[in-house]
């Protein structure tokens, strides 16, 4: 099991610090959408699914955190877009 771990976790570990600002962006802009979504949703059901997948966005997002920190990058200053999205939206 510990083999299959690290072999998860290797495959999660961004190359980059391009790659993690794209990560830490990416995250935050589902968690957007699933905020958006559980706003406007009124079955119970797919609430309670809304909440898990919020639960998971929120766990990757402190991961991704933790990795800045971990490489001495200020994650807090990390752009919302990349320059190619400025220019299209």
Known sequence: MAIRQKAYKAQTIPDNKEQL???????????????SYFALETDEDLLEAAIYQRDALEARHRYL???????GIAAHRVP??????????
């Open 21 to 35: 600002f794209e990560d830490l962006r990416e995250v935050r802009r589902q968690l957007e959408g699933v905020r």
């Open 80 to 89: 919302l877009m990349n320059e190619q999205e400025r220019w299209i939206n």
């Open 65 to 71: 955190l933790k990795l800045a920190r971990e490489s």
